[in-house]
């Protein structure tokens, strides 16, 4: 049974371990022996699902392409919470990966009614800490890349409004524009596989995300002309609404086949070989080709008030224009994982799992290992108290802030908004 998430409300989910057995998300350590190198938002449990991941850290050990997607929804300004995401991409593509940003301006006009301008403004900023953070690839605004609305009016063509409805539980209400923004984001998700050639594609996002990773792999599988499937001995090349002359190529590409009405059979050959080809007579025959594109699912870092981090939320989160006194106390005035008295933390010790200026240094401020070891070893025996940890973690993070403003102001050059 599906229920519907919803990806456009405020609540997280606590519960994500129920939500991927409910969803069929793997866990993200089913992947760590494939990969040459586990990068730290994996050691440090920050990524913690996965779709189909295999065939990415498959790509990256064997040097193959593949590309890395992912989006923001220009509604505010950039913070802190937005980097992991983006460290994630700027990894891949040191990886090997080809880069695409897209500005999800439409979504942010459609759903949040952000006039065009501001969308313009808050893109450029997400832009300018992409580039601040090393990104090299694509980027594009949705409401400028026709291409895209091309390909988003294509995979319209393959969903109905019932599908809508379970993925979703959108209401009788919701506009039509809201459905047009879903569409715009399957084709986010396809686009870099138009744009360039067909090869797997990552798309790092939280959980919230997950009905349009769910909704545009059964698209991509929809768009294509053929299906391959293993049978016991041969392997079935089915044409899905490929045109005939694709078919007949398979047959005299493969020796030995047997062509009937709709299938081509190969005995004893190798699937993945099949597959190959399949996808290549596709696109000689007009077809697109998709590799069902792959997901990460990362948890988010909590506010510094222990809830959501978000920019509706002020004293939530940082961001990188303000002053410094602000961003100090901001994180002077954290909630923590301390007790209510000093004797009693000297004694019991803090609870840095459930401390949010202990997560902004997992995430963010410590990059060494050892050293983020022993914060939380001193925090757990009770060694370190709150006061002096926030003191050392708000220098750390005006280092940080400092940094990434001056990063970002000598990349403003290379933002394109286009
Ligand atoms: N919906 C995403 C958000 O709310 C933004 C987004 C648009 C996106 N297109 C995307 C994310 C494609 C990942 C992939 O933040
Ligand atoms: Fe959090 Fe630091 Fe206090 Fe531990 S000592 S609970 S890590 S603020």
Redesign the pocket.
């Known amino acids: 049974m599906e229920t519907p998430m919803n ?2 409300s405020s609540q997280q989910t606590d519960d994500i371990e129920k939500l991927f057995s409910l969803f069929g998300i793997e866990p993200i350590g089913t992947v760590e022996g494939i990969l040459p190198e586990v990068p730290p938002f994996i050691s440090r449990g920050v990524v913690v699902g996965h779709r189909d991941y295999r065939a990415i850290a498959g790509a990256i050990r064997d040097g193959k392409p593949f590309h890395i ?5 220009p509604s505010g300004h950039p913070h802190l919470g937005h980097l992991m995401v983006m460290k994630e991409v700027v990894w891949h593509v040191r990886q090997g990966g080809s880069g695409y940003i ?1 500005i ?1 301006d439409r ?1 942010a006009h459609a759903v949040r009614e952000v006039p065009w301008q501001r969308c313009d403004e808050f893109g450029r900023e997400y832009l300018q800490c992409l580039y601040a953070l090393g990104y090299e690839g694509h980027t594009y605004f ?1 409401s400028r890349n026709n291409v895209l609305k091309d390909l988003a009016f294509e995979a319209s063509t393959r969903v109905n409004f019932s599908e809508l409805q379970a993925i979703y539980g959108l209401s009788d209400e919701t506009s039509l524009a809201h459905a047009g ?1 879903v569409i ?2 399957v084709a ?2 396809l686009f870099p596989q138009v744009d360039s050639y067909p090869a797997p594609t990552i ?4 959980i ?2 997950d009905p ?1 990773m769910r909704l545009t792999r059964g698209i991509a599988h929809k768009l294509r002309m053929f299906t391959v499937e293993e049978r016991d001995g041969y392997i079935s090349v089915r044409s899905k609404n490929a045109p005939e002359e694709a078919l007949e190529e398979v047959h005299r590409r493969f020796p030995g086949s047997r062509k009937y009405q709709g299938h081509v059979d190969i005995p004893r050959a190798n699937c993945a070989e099949v597959s190959d080809e399949a996808r290549k007579i596709e696109i000689i025959h007009g077809g697109y080709g998709f590799y069902t594109p792959s997901s990460t699912y990362h948890r988010f870092i909590p506010g510094l008030q222990g809830g959501k981090m978000s920019s509706s939320v002020p004293e939530s989160t940082i961001t990188f224009s303000e002053p410094d006194h602000v961003v100090r106390g901001k994180v002077m005035g954290a909630f923590t994982g301390g007790r209510a008295t000093l004797a009693e933390q000297r004694e019991l010790g803090g609870e840095p799992d459930r401390c949010p200026v202990f997560q902004l240094n997992l995430f963010h401020m410590v990059d060494d290992d050892s050293e983020l070891a022993e914060i939380y070893r001193n925090c757990k025996e009770g060694e370190l108290m709150c006061g002096q940890c926030k003191k050392e973690t708000a220098d750390r993070v005006l280092a940080f802030i400092r940094d990434f403003r001056e990063k970002m102001e000598a990349s403003a050059h290379l933002v394109k908004v286009e």
Request: without cysteine; glycine residues 8%; hydrophobic residues 35%.
């Open positions: 990806p456009w997607l992912t989006g923001f929804m897209t999800a979504e949705q923004s715009t984001q986010d998700i798309v790092p996002v939280g919230d995300q349009h």
